[in-house]
């Protein structure tokens, strides 16, 4: 053992175990020991400093001044012009090096092909290369010189090689500074430190890629340790770009998601104030980050304009230049396809082997984490899509859990607890009333659960019945049961804060609730008022939204019952033709029409707070300001027209794809006062108006053929809402019954719409011929209304005035009245 190599722990570690190191080592006399000891000492010394300088930011700032070093000694020692020192990268077949760019001397990394060149010619043989005319060597590249301006004349280049032989750097020197040839004799100064250089190079750059890989695992797991922290997908998108961006030294990242409904990839990325996110989306099989989506396969583009995959478009519009790309898929545990992960422009030249190892093992962790990230927000989405339905409900739902204690309990329910919010003044907005509705709701929430439900809900035997369901399993169902509030001890401490004692008549329903594995995990029960109060509520929903029906009965009975003089709004709708559209059709399929038809367009009436007075055959009628008043109730009733023309064209597109005839429509509308109430008998009342008003629509909806259009107003509803609205006038008519005439007109649109330029000019020309006709100038009211008819070859009112006009032009006696 007093013979030890310089390695001692090299040799130590090669000792046969098996013949047992420890009995040697036993065998030596003291001094001996003492020396072996600080052998080994000193050489793990050499070990930690080892490691601290790989763990060393500043070790690539090291390499960089030790190659910048060699090279000006280099050239001092050979009296070159010029010198570079090439590294050997064999796992990109490339040679690199930094040189001095620009007046501070900024180093660039620079990569030429491994076999390009004289120096690839070195690097590749392994052997030097003394030329004394660059311009007579066939490997030499002229066009570098002319490029620069700078003249080659001699050239001396030679392999540094490693310790087991193998070339790792390529020294380059230009043009000998005495104008003669680099000799024999440079080459042998070369060699005495060539080795040397090749080893501390071979060190330099062992360090390096160690450092290299260490960083990265150090990044790598703290890129996993945030992933791991996040449930939140934004965030979980945030610093997984963030994290493989510092992992990769790449100046962008983004991950994006496959969105397979839409075969979309998408992703969120920081707008210009870096707070807010913008998502944006591309079709999954377009671009870099498409293909690598539709064929699972990693991309790693050197030269981003030379792939033919690449969509320059985003660095034209943005002005940023895209050089290197690494892109590569993400999958879940199943191996399943979620995501595309791109880093572009790598700080320092290309990405490599080792970086598409490093983010396929992030990639790894990048796809658990959002697939968690996925998950939580689907249970999140499931968990507010089952609160919304079970708030949307109309009957009064409660969950318990096995304790037979209320855990959820729906708006519905509170209702029929008398637990809703007291009555506001009417001059409270809406907004602000549902805000007070929404608080009270949530307080009483609150405040029953974890009560016992029978104690909540004091039906007779709805313990046991509940006991029974969460014990065995058991379902009840019984109609016609008491819920009487008012004997209840849980809801006699509330009636100093207001609550009332209430009595329903209800339908009861308990059920378990169950998970997937068939165990009983609480209870559910359902209360189904039957009362007058739900039964007179169901009623009227056939007639008017349910918001309105809510406030008619807040108001009581009376609200209906009592006649009532009102200023309103009547809207008729007809369909045209009817009869011969029918008469060959089957009477389930005629039905069937007209079910379709009138669903779509009580909706419009509904939408638009209106009330359906009734249905006359396929005709339809409805009230805007009854039973409860309505701001604006003439610009309310032309809205529904409106949307009854667009929904007329919805079912028209489909009408005519199934290859069946369109149908067409006409409505009348009105204002003016009305007397509104439950008219009828005493076995058969119904709500509804008369008036007016209501002449005054039937009328206009017929007329509506005569003029060929499918909406006209009076001049009482035009009035009112003539600012909101694109109208023509059309005619004084008289009315059955009436003997002043009404002026009428026909409904274009909505101001909020402009008109298009040729409907423009056409109104135009036709409201100068209607003022030359209402003044009596017959030729010129011709001439007005010839120019309309040019713009708009079939338009009844055009073609009826221009009859009127010649009739009175060629006989002044007959009976004229201004229009």
Not at 148 to 177: D, E, F
Not at 288 to 309: C, K, M
Not at 447 to 460: A, F, N, T, Y
Request: proline share 3%.
């Amino acid at each position: 053992m007093s013979d030890v190599s310089p390695s001692l722990l090299t040799a130590l570690a090669q000792v046969d175990r098996a013949h047992g190191l420890t009995e040697r080592m036993q065998a030596l006399p003291l001094e001996q020991f003492q020396k072996l000891l600080e052998r080994i000492t000193g050489e793990f010394q050499h070990f930690l400093k080892a490691i601290e300088l790989i763990n060393d930011e500043t070790l690539e700032t090291l390499l960089e001044q030790i190659l910048e070093a060699f090279t000006l000694k280099i050239g001092q020692l050979l009296n070159a012009d010029r010198t570079t020192i090439f590294l050997v990268d064999r796992e990109k077949e490339q040679l690199w090096s930094k040189v001095a760019q620009g007046a501070d001397g900024e180093l660039i990394e620079i990569r030429v092909p491994l076999r390009a060149g004289i120096a690839g010619q070195v690097a590749v043989t392994g052997e030097c290369l003394n030329i004394p005319d660059a311009y007579e060597h066939p490997l030499f590249n002229p066009e570098v010189d002319r490029q620069t301006g700078y003249r080659t004349r001699t050239i001396l280049c030679m392999p540094v090689l490693s310790m087991s032989g193998q070339v790792v750097a390529v020294v380059q020197l230009l043009n000998k500074q005495s104008d003669a040839p680099f000799d024999a004799q440079d080459e042998r100064l070369f060699g005495e430190f060539a080795k040397s250089i090749g080893i501390i190079l071979e060190s330099c750059n062992s360090f390096y890629i160690a450092a290299r890989n260490q960083r990265g695992v150090s990044a790598l797991l703290k890129a996993t340790s945030s992933l791991g922290q996040s449930l939140d997908l934004e965030k979980t998108l945030r610093v997984v770009m963030t994290e493989a961006r510092i992992l990769m030294q790449a100046d962008r990242s983004t991950l994006f998601l496959l969105d397979r409904e839409s075969n979309e990839l998408w992703s969120k990325v920081a707008k210009a104030d870096g707070e807010t996110l913008l998502e944006i989306r591309i079709p999954a099989d377009r671009g870099i980050v498409g293909f690598v989506a539709s064929t699972g396969q990693s991309l790693n583009v050197p030269n981003a304009y030379e792939d033919p995959r690449f969509d320059s478009t985003v660095d034209r519009q943005t002005g940023y230049r895209t050089r290197t790309i690494l892109c590569m898929p993400v999958y879940n545990s199943e191996g399943k396809l979620i995501g595309v992960t791109q880093l572009i422009n790598k700080l320092q030249g290309t990405f490599n082997a080792s970086d598409e190892k490093f983010m396929q093992a992030f990639n790894i962790q990048a796809g658990v984490a959002l697939e968690n990230a996925q998950l939580f927000e689907r249970v999140l989405l499931e968990k507010q899509y089952q609160k919304d339905i079970l708030q949307s409900l109309s009957d009064a739902v409660i969950s318990t859990n096995t304790k037979g204690e209320v855990v959820t309990i729906n708006e519905a329910a509170l209702r029929l607890l008398g637990c809703g919010a007291p009555k506001q003044e009417s001059a409270q907005s809406d907004r602000s009333r549902q805000n007070h509705e929404r608080q009270e709701h949530q307080a009483w929430q609150q405040r029953l659960s974890g009560q016992l439900v029978w104690e909540v809900v004091p039906i007779d035997h709805l313990q046991m019945r509940l006991h029974d369901s969460l014990t065995y399993g058991a379902k009840h169902y019984v109609p016609e049961q008491t819920l009487n509030l008012g004997n209840s001890p849980f809801w006699q401490q509330f009636e100093s804060q207001g609550h009332q004692p209430i009595e329903h008549s209800i339908n009861l329903t308990v059920n378990p609730l169950t998970n997937p594995e068939g165990q009983v995990r609480g209870g559910l029960i359902v209360l189904e008022d039957i009362s007058q109060e739900k039964r007179m509520k169901a009623t009227m929903y056939r007639y008017m939204t349910p918001s309105v029906a809510e406030r008619v009965i807040t108001l009581g009975e009376n609200a209906l019952l009592g006649g009532e003089r009102k200023e309103v709004t009547i809207l008729f709708s007809d369909i045209r033709g009817y009869t011969s559209l029918t008469e060959k059709m089957e009477a389930a399929a005629v039905v069937s029409l007209l079910n379709h038809y009138f669903e779509t367009m009580v909706e419009a009436v509904f939408n638009f707070e209106g009330t359906l007075d009734k249905f006359i055959g396929d005709a339809l009628m409805a009230v805007f300001g009854a039973p409860l008043p309505i701001e604006n109730h003439a610009w309310k009733a032309v809205q529904s027209a409106l949307d009854m023309r667009r929904r007329l064209a919805e079912l028209n597109r489909a009408r005519t794809q199934a290859g069946n005839p369109p149908l067409r429509i006409g409505i009348g509308i009105s204002s003016g006062e009305v007397v509104s109430g439950s008219i009828g008998s005493q076995r058969l009342m119904n709500y509804t108006v008369i008036g007016d008003g209501v002449d005054v629509s039937s009328r206009l909806e017929g007329t509506t053929k005569e003029y060929g259009c499918d909406i006209i107003l009076s001049e009482y509803t035009y009035r009112l809402c003539a600012d909101k609205i694109w109208a023509r006038e059309l005619d004084r008519i008289r009315v059955k019954g009436k003997t002043k005439p009404v002026l009428i007109y026909e409904l274009l649109g909505d101001r909020r719409s402009p008109l298009d330029t040729n409907t423009q000019e056409f109104l135009h020309f036709y409201q100068a011929g209607r003022t030359a006709y209402s003044n009596g100038c017959f030729g010129q009211a011709i001439d007005y209304f010839r120019h309309a008819k040019r713009l708009r070859s079939f338009d009844p009112a055009t073609e009826l005035y221009l009859q009127r006009s010649q009739k009175h032009l060629t006989n002044p006696s007959a009976a004229w009245e201004a229009g």
